[in-house]
């Protein structure tokens, strides 16, 4: 048996700020590997976000928007963030799906945390399933001027995951922590 790995293997030696714009930060850090090799490591600070999964009656909500890095429209669920370090995580769910389908919630139920991209960032998003929605007034931000609302089976949906028609990372993340909480549900659960 070998011997267990130090919890850091990398140490930070200096760090500096790049960039910064209202919603991210990117540094580059010097490090320091456990093995003595220097390097450097990049580095975005982004605050939580939400992703927020409605569903009702065997269908999903989903946005389509313009997604500028890679030049397409894409479908996903409704998600985002509203750059504050310290928000209350089920506000946040809310207000994310009030501003991008207009829609409220009677019942949220938290799903779980995921990393985005923990390669190089450290955002973290929080997973909600939404039920018991009605609509109310949409309050999109600036950004989301063209985004669009789908109304889909989950059948639907998932083909569009298989298929690669969805391939947002956070959806179908979002979505397979539903399954596993709800193959842990009574029948009678969504």
Known sequence: MTAPHPEKSI?????????????LRLREDKILRSNGVPGIYGVIDKDDCAIIIPLEQGKVWLVEQFRYTIQQRCLELPQGGWEQSEVDPEELARGELREELGLEASSMIYLGTL????????QKQHVFLASGLTETAKEPDPEEHDLT????????????????TIRDSCTIAAWGLYLLWKARQPATHL
């Open 115 to 122: 990393w985005i991209a923990y390669g190089f960032a450290n």
């Open 149 to 164: 609302m789908h109304t889909v089976t989950v059948e639907a949906f998932e083909t569009m995951m298989r298929d690669g």
């Open 11 to 23: 140490t930070t030696l200096n760090s500096r700020e790049v960039y910064r714009n209202p919603w």
